[in-house]
């Protein structure tokens, strides 16, 4: 199971899901379970399993970033003449990416944080929701990992790199139907949005 979460929330809507979060994860048969943490705003977040330290860990790449630099950053190898590589052959690399440990996993949640990049007034957040969750299914395809179902948790429209749908200015507004049919520049874009998730659901889908 990955949990993405959206960081460009207000504080009471980030308490409120840390809330829910919680809750869920005391019902989880973490027995029986793996958990990846990652969240977003215009970079990716991957939160790593910090064990019985304390202290939280993460990595941290943009979304201009390929997979190969997000791997290289895990120190994950792809052997040559291969397109992946196992779960099991990353040893204790694999507990870190995943959580198996409900208390560890928990103490993560707590530590979520909104974004940090301060949106101007006259601005929507910089969220680079497809690209981020595109390189999380590259990273799960590459690790060869199956069965994943994910939860999303989102507040707000992607307005950056693949997948947009909308401009980050506030007086351009969120298309409205209308808008499809007569605006040429916003029917591309929509469009192009719609082609990127079409083919991120069919990878997700080909790595079940």
Not at 74 to 97: F, M
Not at 120 to 145: D, F, I, K
Request: hydrophobic fraction near 45%.
């Amino acid at each position: 199971m990955v949990f993405f979460v959206d960081k460009c929330m207000a504080d009471k809507e980030m308490k409120g899901l840390k809330r829910g979060l919680r809750a869920a994860i005391e019902q989880l048969d973490m027995s029986n379970s793996r958990v990846m943490l990652a969240s977003f705003s215009r970079n990716l977040f991957i939160h790593l399993n910090p064990g019985a330290s304390r202290f939280t860990r993460q990595v941290t790449v943009s979304c201009s970033n390929s997979i190969d630099h997000l791997l290289k950053i895990l120190g994950i190898k792809i052997p040559k003449n291969a397109k992946n590589v196992n779960l099991g052959q990353l040893g204790d690399l694999a507990n870190k990416l995943f959580f198996s440990d409900a208390e560890a996993l928990l103490r993560s949640v707590d530590n979520l944080s909104n974004d940090f990049w301060v949106t101007p007034n006259n601005e929507r957040a910089q969220r680079a929701t497809g690209r981020c969750l595109e390189l999380v299914v590259q990273l799960l395809s590459t690790l060869n990992v199956k069965g994943v179902r994910f939860m999303n948790f989102l507040s707000g429209p992607a307005t950056v790199s693949k997948g947009r749908v909308s401009s980050p200015p506030l007086n351009e507004f969120i298309r409205k139907a209308v808008d499809l049919e007569n605006n040429k520049e916003i029917q591309k874009m929509c469009l192009a949005a719609i082609d990127f998730y079409n083919i991120l659901a069919a990878k997700f889908v080909a790595n079940r």
